[in-house]
Every structure is written in structure tokens, then in C-alpha cells.
């Protein structure tokens, strides 16, 4: 059975309702273990590796996960596409929550997680990350979008701190002037390690709340939860029918990121 496609799960997005579940995998890699036992799953006669990146119950902080062991258990079990789903915050007065956004450009802002697969002793590694997120599959999920109606917006700019805690208002004006758009605090550095795997990454990230300072209100964690919840429908929906556009062969570049990315 070829698994082609896996999908990281962020906070809300436990299961895929309606996939029928053929078993789990737990698998060890040389960078310890990852976030939970991958599910392998069957959506209408596509097969389909799903994790959840926090754990099964929700126990594993932002800056706690092992990207690296989540990465390489996708790559063990040949998946070549990943969509990552996760909760974000506004930066936008206009841009409300339950707005579904396909961003196309990341700031990192994260410090002390492991970044790359390359440490020195399989050589060095500067893969090209220009586009972080695969063009292609984001085209699919922005297709899936149009085809159902959903009003997704087709880009836009994923800043990532390291967390867990929120953010104060100055630090989100700062992420304003310097044009990002939502603000999350697992994007990095899964996308660049799944470009240092070579497999296409893009990701699905859900406005749940205005960042700080943009509305009066103070931020609750209850709330990023509850406006998940009321999007999960919707984000499920979403990642049936990308999964049902997709083409099995792939030709965008991310196959082979690391020709000419190593330096010895
Ligand atoms: N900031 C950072 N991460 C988040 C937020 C936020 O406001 N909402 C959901 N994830």
C-alpha cells in the first residue's frame, strides 16, 4: 500500500471524520521519537498518514515538538506531500477569525529548535528556501478552496514565535510594520525540514483570534480552541477535496531540493 500524502494535525484537528482507518504506525528515528503514531488512513481510496502534532491530548507545547522525528516518520513511510493545518492569530483588523488563509511567505522568529537534518556530520545543507511552501499543492488547496465556495484567502505572510506564551501588543505592531499577516508558533521549522526531506509541504493555517492588541480583548487560549472547533468542518472539507484534486505525480522542484544544496 503507497501512503502518498500525510497531514499534520495542529490544535483542534485530531481525525479525519469519514476516512476509514486502516492501522497505526509508531516509528523511531534517529532523531527520537515523533508527536504520536502515525494513522493511516483511507479517504475514498487514497491513503493518507495523519499527525497530530501536540499529541493525541493536546501535551506537547509548540517549542516541545520534535519537528525533526515528525518530519523523518513522513519521509520513512514515503510520503511525498504534507498539508499542515494550525490555529493563528490576526494581524489584521480586516481579517476576522475563521478566516482560512494559504500563506505563501514565512518569518522566523523562533530561537533554540532544531532546524535542519544536516548537522555537519551528513554534510552541510543551505536548501533554497525562497517559496517556503510547496507552489503547487498550495495551487490544489486554493482550487479545493474556489470549487467549494470557501472565501480562503490565497496568501499572505506566517510569522512564527517560538512560544508558548502569547504575544505583547508591541510585538505585534512590530510584526505589522514588518508586513506579516498571522502569527502562529508551529510553522517553523517544519516546512524547511520538509523541504530538506524534499516533500512538497503547504500549509492550512485558521485565523481563531485578532492578535494582541489588535482588538481590546485579551487573548484566551479557550478561545483559539472554541473558533478551531467552529472551523474544523470546513478544514476537513478542505483537505478531502485537495486530496481528491491532487495529481499523483508531482512537478514542482521540491523533489529535489537538495540537488545542489550541499556544500560537501
Ligand atoms: N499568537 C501566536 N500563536 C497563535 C495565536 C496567536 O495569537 N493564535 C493561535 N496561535
Not at 146 to 160: A, D, H, P, Q
Not at 179 to 195: F, K, Q, S
Request: aromatic fraction near 6%; hydrophobic fraction near 40%.
Amino acid at each position: 500500500m503507497k501512503i502518498m500524502i500525510g497531514i499534520i494535525g495542529g490544535s483542534g484537528l485530531y481525525n479525519i471524520e469519514g476516512a476509514i482507518i486502516r492501522e497505526k504506525i509508531d516509528i523511531s528515528t534517529p532523531y527520537g521519537t515523533p508527536s504520536d503514531s502515525y494513522t493511516i488512513v483511507d479517504l475514498s481510496g487514497i491513503n493518507l498518514a495523519f499527525l497530530p502534532r501536540h499529541g493525541t491530548n493536546h501535551t506537547i507545547p509548540p517549542h516541545k515538538i520534535n519537528y525533526r522525528a515528525n518530519i523523518w516518520g513522513f519521509k520513512k513511510l514515503g510520503i511525498e506531500r504534507i498539508i499542515a493545518t494550525g490555529a493563528t492569530g490576526s494581524i489584521d483588523a480586516l481579517m476576522s477569525p475563521g478566516t482560512i488563509v494559504v500563506p505563501d511567505q514565512i518569518i522566523d522568529m523562533t530561537n533554540g529548535r532544531e532546524t535542519t537534518f544536516f548537522d555537519g556530520k551528513e554534510g552541510v545543507v543551505h536548501i533554497d528556501f525562497t517559496e517556503p511552501y510547496c507552489p503547487e499543492l498550495r495551487n490544489f488547496i486554493i482550487e479545493a478552496g474556489n470549487t467549494l465556495g470557501i472565501n480562503l484567502r490565497k496568501s499572505g505572510t506566517y510569522l512564527c514565535t517560538n512560544g508558548p506564551r502569547l504575544e505583547t501588543k508591541a510585538e505585534i505592531e512590530f510584526y505589522s510594520q514588518i508586513r506579516a499577516d498571522i502569527v502562529g508558533m508551529t510553522g517553523m521549522p517544519e516546512a524547511c525540514l520538509a523541504r530538506e526531506a524534499e516533500i512538497c509541504y503547504a500549509s492550512i493555517a485558521i485565523v481563531t483570534n485578532y492578535a494582541a492588541g489588535i482588538t481590546a480583548k485579551k487573548l484566551t487560549a479557550t478561545e483559539v480552541i472554541e473558533n478551531m472547533d467552529k472551523t474544523n468542518a470546513l478544514l476537513k472539507n478542505l483537505i478531502k477535496k485537495t486530496i481528491l484534486l491532487l495529481p499523483e505525480i508531482r512537478k514542482c522542484s521540491c523533489k529535489e531540493a537538495l540537488t545542489n544544496a550541499k556544500v560537501n
